[in-house]
């Protein structure tokens, strides 16, 4: 049995393979809500005809699908084969979805390209359970602030890179996800490698594990038997959601009613994603340990609330935009590293893999019901009530956080 002293040389491997991966998918975000315009008014559903909007919404809702049905079988897998062979097989994945989304000519292909994508995300969900199995209670939570800034970073220079990219592209007689969607695919293959070859096994426990836990695995209801479990697991689909309405309707935003191009909001998803790394890299650890993280909540959902009542009541402006939208995505980014280190905390360390790959299941039934709502919800003419409803998703954050925060220390 290899000892836990030895594994944490894994950790900088398995960060540097989720950046590379989150590259290539930060690349690819900016430009699909423009892919879609030419299908609109050509689809109808139950009489409706769908507007640029609600397509792209489903674009990204059904990215979330697929990622929901197979998060937690990724991560089941990993505790039965390893996290190093699961994570590169999800990468691999990756990287076919982005070859198929290069060649779309249809919004068909642009639909199974995104689908295939999305089954491929259990990388996410992998990736924490690597990092649980390397960290114990007193640094779990700074080990899971470390994911979210490579996500940060990731979403920071991928929609510029992603931008700029579309655009050559398009000059160079292409469409304008081709160049794009193969250099995504591209980014995926180095970090299928860098897994494969660079980051050791960190659920090698192989004595242990195989006689006393491979082969007796809880079903995934196990993890959602009391009031308690079922509370802490809703509230990763209430965060996902708040942040995915806002992430989902950005561009539309900025396009409608400020005139945007997607290369001048891949700059906003930039700046956006910079703040976010930072926060996760700099400040959730030290904040976990100075107040913890059911006070951390209260904080993200605090900032996030704020970002939407800037966007309500402000007038539409680059400053309004520059300022809401960092806080409406930040707000929510603390508390997906708190969620994943409360779960970490309350779940044998066996079982990892299965209980963070179901949060990441879960988070995606979120990211699936979010685009949609927004999609449904907004209107150019009057936005106003998407942005209440993605301000509800702070609201009840903040209820589940003074209600837990009220229960006597166990």
Known sequence: MKLRSERPPAMPAILFAIFIDLLGFGIIVPILPFLVGPYAGTVTVGGMVLDEATLGAALFSIYSLTAFAAGPLWGRLS??????????????????????LAFSDSLLMLFLARAFSGAMAGNVGIAMA??????????????????????????????????????????????????????????????AFMAYRFISETNSDESETETSHVSVRPPWSTFLKTPAQLALFSMFIVTSAGQIMAFTIMPFWTKDLLFWSQQEVGNLMGAIGLCIAAIQSLATGPLFKSIGELKSLVLGGSIHFIGCLVIIFGTPSF??????????????????????????????????????????????????????????LYTKEAPEPLFYAIAVTSCLLLAWSFWELRKPAA
């Open 130 to 191: 690597a990092m649980a199995d390397l960290t114990d209670e007193s640094n779990r939570g700074r080990a899971m602030g470390l994911i979210g800034a490579v996500f940060g970073l990731g979403f920071a220079f991928g929609p510029l890179v992603g931008g700029q990219l579309s655009h050559l592209s398009s000059a160079s007689g292409g469409s304008a996800i081709l160049l794009p969607g193969l250099v995504a695919a591209s980014l995926s293959l180095i970090a």
């Open 79 to 100: 505790d039965r084969i390893g996290r190093r062979p699961a994570l590169a097989a999800t990468f691999i994945g990756a990287m076919v979805s982005y070859v198929i």
């Open 319 to 376: 400053t309004v935009a520059l300022i809401a939208f960092p806080l409406i995505m930040s707000g929510m980014t603390i508390s997906f590293p708190a969620l994943n280190s409360l779960l970490s905390r309350r779940t044998d360390r066996h079982h990892q893999g299965a209980a963070l790959g179901l949060s990441s299941g879960i988070s995606a039934l979120g990211r699936v019901a979010g685009p949609l709502a927004a999609g449904l």
